[in-house]
């Protein structure tokens, strides 16, 4: 996690790593976190379900963000906000990608 009041670039917080997912938490609270992620080229999380609204924000590069069975193409700059106990899955399927997680608890 890093120090409250600090400055900083998304796009420099978390770097890409070869055929892997890179992740850093940025902030934790009862309430919620923020978490940055890195995919490279070919990787992706598989269909799953999560028990909070998120909010997905792309950084750099694209994504492709499969939701209750439709699928979303988003590029640097986008966002998709992800409810609560809703299928989706997330790929880098055709070039890297750099998002910005926020999970809202409450």
Excluded: C, W
Excluded at 14 to 43: C, H, M, W
Excluded at 74 to 87: Q, T
Aim: hydrophobic share 40%.
């Amino acid at each position: 996690m890093t120090k409250e009041n600090s400055v900083f670039k998304f796009s420099d917080f978390v770097g890409y790593q070869e055929n892997s997912i890179v992740s850093r938490e940025i902030i934790k609270k009862p309430t919620g976190s923020i978490t940055l992620f890195a995919f490279d080229k070919g990787q992706g999380l598989s269909e799953h379900k999560a028990p909070f609204d998120a909010f997905v924000y792309i950084i750099d590069g694209a994504a492709e963000i499969k939701l209750s069975g439709k699928e979303y193409r988003l590029k640097r700059g986008e966002m998709i906000i992800m409810p609560a106990n809703e299928p989706h899955e997330l790929k880098a399927a055709k070039e890297k990608f750099k998002m910005a997680l926020v999970i809202i608890k409450s």
